[in-house]
């Protein structure tokens, strides 16, 4: 809240009584207020002369009780000083009252100079509160102006740039008579006789700074609209006019080449569990379709590509605009850009399709280049299982091999036994002793009871009993010799039964490797199958053809495009630089 100013208040005092010539300073504050008031209160209680210009330029008489109305010898005189010609005294009286000092009027003068230059309300308001922080004493705005300049001190330093208001040089809200009936001002004591009435009406007033300070929005609206179309001109239009121009005009057509291919998994009838599940799904194969996917998009294939079909030759060519061409000495690094911009592939897990896109500035080469990679993608997918199913087969292999050779030995073992004892089967051997002792054994019985029977006679025939005798001898010599090869294969470590023994555990090893080898065997079969079913093959379901017209650069889509990013960065700039200039300036 701004306080009024205390001005020094001052009274022209006459010498003649005679002379009823109104005192007409009233002294003003800086914001009008004293004036304004004065004014009102005389227009309320004092009627408006009748007559033109030397009846609104006489100004009234301000007494401490009121006003009263001027007589026409004093309107008279006061239009004729206001036109410069001398007005003679009806009365004939001389005119006595006091002289300004030398001081004073250059003072004056300084003030008139002051007024002269179109200060608005607002500067002169400042001015005044500028003066009393400085607790300079000023008895109007003005001379707060001029005192605070004569201290060295600028009055006007506080000012806001966001004033609505500006000073108009020359203008209408200029300097002129009509700053003088618009700003708070003293009267200079030798012109109060002669200045016109100060009252101004408040509507009109209030109208006037209105318009102007419309009119003044209106103009700084217009600068501020002129600075964005120029700011968005130099960075949204030229530069989405110069990405246009390259699309329509300098860029060169690329064709491109469309190809799709799937990567399927052989049919897995005897599978089970979730491998049986997924089988002939493009989850079987998902993980083959993203490493085929990386492989086409990776180095190693751009390399390759060079090295058969010459990519960098073809992008390396005069006749490519120079945005698109690749220079003549082109490192691996820019041509992998180049092939990335101008190779696109994209997999589709839903369908388990892989879609591969090719540009190039040959339709024929694109063409080219497609079946090139489609090839690539196809040794690559042979490869993925190669190495799995190798290591399977070449397992079960080994198995079966060595089941063989286990198998061998213990055929050779067994039949080392058997040429060892010189038996093919020890057991009918024993078996043949045990019968053939049997019999001895029977035989020598029968010869015992008919020796005792012959000898039971009183005369027996002796010829018979030695017979007998010596039958039974015989028997009894074989039965013991029987016995002993017996006895002889029952015992020590070359005996009989531990050959027989170690020829029973031979034929039991022999048939244990029997079975190991037939394990050994379908396990064979059984990995040849199982790696028959995890074959990947690629088949084409579109097949490359070579375009008649160039696909790229799409022209509208693209300018478009550029004039949207460069929108963005524009506004993105200026939202960060308002932001950062309100956080400064706060």
Known sequence: MTTKPKARKFRIRRSAPAAAMPATGVSMNA?????????????????????????????????????????????????????????????????????????????????????????????????????????????????????????????????????????????????????VANLPQTVPQTRRETLPSTEVNPVDRRNREIADIQRDIMKRRRRRMILLLARLSFFVFLPTFIAGWYFYVAATPMYSTKSEFLILQADNSGGSGIGGLLAGTQFATNQDSIAVQSYLESKD????????????????QDWIDPIQRLPADATNEQAYKTYKK???????????????????????????????????????????????????????????????????????????????????????VIGSLRSQINNIEVQLQERQLELAALQDNARPNQARVDGVRGDIRRLEALLNELNTKMTDASRGENSLAQLTARIQMAQADLATRDMMLQSALQQVEQTRMEANRQVRYLTTSVAPVASQSPSYPRSFEDTILAFLIFSGIYLMVSLTASILREQVTS
């Open 342 to 428: 101008n190779v696109k592939i994209g997999y589709d897990p839903t369908e388990g399709v892989i879609r591969m896109e090719i540009s190039a500035a040959d339709p024929e080469v694109s063409a080219e280049f497609s079946r090139a990679l489609i090839s690539y993608a196809e040794e690559r997918v042979n490869h993925l299982t190669e190495k799995k199913r190798e290591d399977q087969m070449r397992d079960a292999l080994t198995s079966f091999e060595k089941a063989q050779a286990d198998r061998r030995q213990a055929q050779e073992d067994l039949v080392n036994l058997q040429q060892e004892g010189a038996l093919l089967d020890p057991e009918g």
């Open 301 to 316: 294939a751009m390399l390759r590509l060079d090295r058969d079909e010459g990519f960098k030759a073809h992008f390396s």
């Open 31 to 179: 914001g009008g207020a004293a004036a304004e008031d004065m004014s009102a209160h005389t227009a309320a209680q004092a009627p408006r002369p009748a007559t033109g210009s030397a009846a609104n330029a006489y100004p009234r008489q301000v007494t401490g009780t009121g006003a009263s109305r001027p007589s026409p010898a004093e309107v008279m005189r006061a239009a004729e000083q206001e036109l410069g010609e001398a007005a003679p005294d009806p009365h004939g009286a001389p005119r006595t009252g006091q002289v300004s000092s030398a001081s004073e009027v250059e003072s004056e003068s300084d003030i008139d100079a002051i007024r002269r230059e179109g200060l608005t309300g607002r500067q002169l308001r400042m001015a005044r509160r500028v003066a009393q922080k400085h607790n300079i004493a000023a008895t109007s705005d003005f001379d707060a102006v001029l005192q605070l300049r004569k201290a060295g001190i600028d009055p006007f330093r506080h000012a806001n740039m966001l004033e609505l208001v500006v000073p108009k040089a020359g203008g209408t809200g200029g300097s002129g008579e009509g700053t």
